[in-house]
């Protein structure tokens, strides 16, 4: 197949809008997905034809928009300073959480796909990037986002009613990035779909007419036969020892029963019915995946599309080969077709053998010293926009720290006294942020109590050691939340919010629900 290498500039804010964020909010992507490159290129086939419907019988229509084993768009990643398509971080890799991402120097990552020898003591997630390597040190790179806020008003009067008044907010893509996408087709298609890239000029995403979408086509390479989105010849990528898989896009599977589900061990059938193979079970403690919800707009229904379930890009699942060789012609075959639904959207996009290092040197790229942001000139613009963006970080931290409470359960055996006297202690905390009127409880209970806090797990833990790890270290449990307001940019570590003590606030909070949860579950049993 042919390779056609499409590059992006957002001229306006872009809404690919996820399923993130409240009922009265629109959060992006942070890419650009290949079912909206697909749709716009519908758009212009379809205006250049003169058509007011496509005729889904017509071959050419087929192969150039439905057919995922002849035309594929894939999203549209951040372009890297190199000008390389960047790719989404695999979940596989962790830093120690003391190791703090800069833009001056590198630390060291590892990837617990390939190695468990010399991890760190406490491993942490690297979190939500881009990445690619450039000289030997992999850099990472993270969208810029604009948060606007709007006010519903009526189509008909222009302006708010009693009824329609309420305000919500679009978090969207900035202008000013650049993102690369891959079209993938036949040599027939390949002048095709050329002549419908050559207007720069590209409206993509939600809220067109509220000044949305506006994108430009800054270059389109031609087309490549050698192409391989991971830029590793299959030759070299041959393993007689394992299989490794990662996600370079969501997902989509279905179970024997039909039903779109993110279990990381439909992947297994997925390959062997590409390959007609019969691959191992997973290699112990080889799976590392996340899920996320799927859906989407019909323009011609008018309608939104069903939400599945989906397992995320950068998901790695390692198979331990112990009679199955595969070779790079079936590799070559894995990577080109995909696996799972809507292939023709970018999705199912995977790479086979990629990861082989055990660590590797992490750095944050440089931003733009420009910044598309809009500048706040007054005091009171200024005012408002810090406030907006306080309310919005908490915003994040509640969400967050919901999440987090539904991920932890205490084992039974504390009684529900020593939990009530934990959770009246820790809103007492709460006012000021003062985290040592909790350790003060702690250490001086009775040895009753004491061994009750010792002895009781959470997770792999004593819930005594979770909560000193809690109390001495409250920023730790909190992974990079961050919002920007125009140019006013607010982080839950910031020098505000350690003034503030939010980090110390929220973790009194984190350990009064785990408590009520707690007490709530034995009432329940008892």
Same mark, same amino acid.
């Given at each position: ?22 009922? %009265? ?49 894939? %999203? ?396 001495? %270290? ?53």
């Amino acid at each position: 197949m042919k390779a056609i290498t499409l590059t992006l500039e957002t001229q306006q804010p872009l809404l690919a809008t996820s399923f993130q964020g409240d009922p %009265n909010s629109d959060v992006s992507y942070s890419y650009i997905p290949g079912t909206m490159i697909r749709g716009a290129i519908i758009g212009r086939y379809m205006r250049q034809h003169h058509l007011a419907e496509l005729d889904l019988t017509n071959d050419e229509v087929k192969r150039l928009f439905f057919d995922a084993n002849s035309t594929r768009y894939l %999203n549209a990643y951040l372009l890297s300073q190199k000008n390389q398509r960047t790719l989404p971080l695999p979940l596989s890799w962790f830093k120690d959480k003391d190791a703090e991402l800069t833009e001056n120097s590198p630390i060291t990552v590892y990837d617990f796909s390939i190695d468990k020898g010399e991890d760190p003591e406490t491993p942490k997630a690297v979190g939500e990037y881009f990445w690619s390597k450039e000289g030997g040190i992999v850099k990472l790179y993270k969208e810029k986002r604009r948060i606007n806020i709007h006010n519903f008003r009526d189509r008909k009067q222009g302006r708010s009613t009693d009824k329609q008044g309420e305000l919500f907010r679009y978090d969207a893509l900035d202008a000013g990035q650049t993102f690369q996408s891959i079209i993938l087709c036949g040599d027939d298609d390949v002048k095709t779909i050329q002549n419908l890239l050559t207007e720069p000029n590209i409206w993509l995403g939600g809220s067109q007419s509220a000044g949305y979408g506006h994108t430009k086509i800054i270059a389109t390479k031609p087309s490549s036969d050698n192409w391989s989105e991971i830029g590793i010849p299959a030759e070299d990528r041959e393993n007689d020892q394992i299989v490794s898989i990662t996600l370079l896009s969501d997902t989509l599977l279905r179970n024997q029963q039909g039903q779109s589900v993110a279990d990381p061990t439909l992947i297994k059938q997925a390959i062997e019915a590409v390959l007609n193979i019969t691959l191992p079970q997973p290699k112990p403690g080889g799976i590392f995946t996340s899920s996320t919800l799927i859906g989407g707009f019909n323009r011609k229904w008018g309608l939104p599309l069903p939400q599945v379930p989906a397992l995320a890009a950068g998901s790695v699942i390692v198979f331990e080969n112990e009679d199955i060789e595969i070779t790079s012609e079936q590799i070559q075959l894995l990577e080109a077709c995909g696996i799972g639904e809507r292939r023709e959207d970018g999705f199912g996009r995977i790479a086979i053998n990629w990861l082989k290092n055990e660590s590797i040197q992490v750095i944050l790229s440089k931003l733009s010293s420009t910044s598309s942001l809009p500048l706040l000139r007054s005091e009171g613009s200024r005012l408002l926009a810090e406030q907006m963006a306080q309310r919005l970080l908490e915003q994040k931290l509640e969400q967050y720290l919901q999440k987090q409470v539904g991920y932890l359960s205490l084992d039974e055996g504390i009684s529900n006294s020593q939990l009530s006297r934990l959770q009246s202690v820790a809103r007492q905390a709460l006012s000021n942020g003062n985290c040592n009127l909790v350790i003060s409880l702690l250490n001086s209970l009775p040895s009753n109590a004491k061994n009750q806090f010792e002895r009781i797990k959470i997770g792999n833990k004593s819930f005594r050691k979770q909560l000193d790890e809690w109390l001495e %270290n409250p920023t730790n449990w909190i992974n990079g939340i961050e919002v920007k307001i125009a140019d006013v940019e607010r982080k839950f570590d910031d020098d505000i919010a350690r003034q503030d003590k939010l980090a110390e606030k929220y973790t009194l909070r984190l350990i009064m629900a785990v408590a009520k949860k707690a007490t709530k579950e034995n009432n329940n049993e008892s």
